[in-house]
Every structure is written in structure tokens, then in C-alpha cells.
């Protein structure tokens, strides 16, 4: 099981626009209308089923917030920032 980082590590390696929220790390984004943000947030879905670690999405109008963290290790790891930054390359 991946070893939880502590919020100094977090700090020091969170991508750009990403927080850190309690034990989960979020990001919104913000969309033109709300069918590019459906579609986003799809991708996000197939990148997070082909990793197999998956965020908590939330659709509304014109933004899509994404928030990962790693429920079996009870935190933050090392998944959660790689899911952050494959999510900002869908951008
Ligand atoms: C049984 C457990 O849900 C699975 O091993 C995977 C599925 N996707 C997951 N996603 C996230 N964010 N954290 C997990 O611990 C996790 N575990």
C-alpha cells in the first residue's frame, strides 16, 4: 500500500491550482458551457478507471471540481498527485 505524505511533502509537490483540502488534494476547473465540462469530467472518469484510482468528481455550471485521495491508505500518496497532473493534461 502506498505510504500517505505528510503536508509538507503535499506542499512542496502539488501541481499548480491543485489545494490541499483535509486528507484530499482539489482542483476546479473552469468551462465555457457546461457540456465541455461533462466531457471533461468523462475523461477524467476513463483516466481514472485506467489507473484505477478514483477521484470525486462534481459537474456544475461552467466549473468541474476534481478531489482525489487515497481511501485505502487513508490519505494522500504519491496516486494522488500523478492523477493531478494527468488530469491538467487533459486541459
Ligand atoms: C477496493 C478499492 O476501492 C480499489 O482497490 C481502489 C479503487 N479506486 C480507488 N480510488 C481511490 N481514490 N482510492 C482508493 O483507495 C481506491 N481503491
Redesign the pocket.
Known amino acids: 500500500m502506498a505510504d500517505v505524505l505528510d503536508d509538507g511533502e503535499i506542499a512542496d509537490r502539488l501541481p499548480d491550482g491543485w489545494e490541499l483540502d483535509g486528507d484530499e488534494i482539489a482542483r476546479i476547473y473552469e468551462f465555457d458551457d457546461y457540456l465541455a465540462g461533462v466531457a471533461f469530467a468523462s475523461e477524467v472518469g476513463e483516466i481514472?478507471e485506467e489507473q484505477?484510482?478514483?477521484?470525486e468528481i462534481r459537474i456544475r455550471y461552467e466549473e468541474v471540481e476534481v478531489r482525489?485521495?487515497?481511501?485505502?491508505?487513508g490519505g494522500v500518496t504519491e496516486?494522488?498527485l500523478d492523477m493531478a497532473a494527468r488530469c491538467d493534461e487533459l486541459r
Open positions: 481514472s484505477f484510482h478514483h477521484p482525489f485521495t487515497s481511501h485505502e491508505a496516486q494522488d
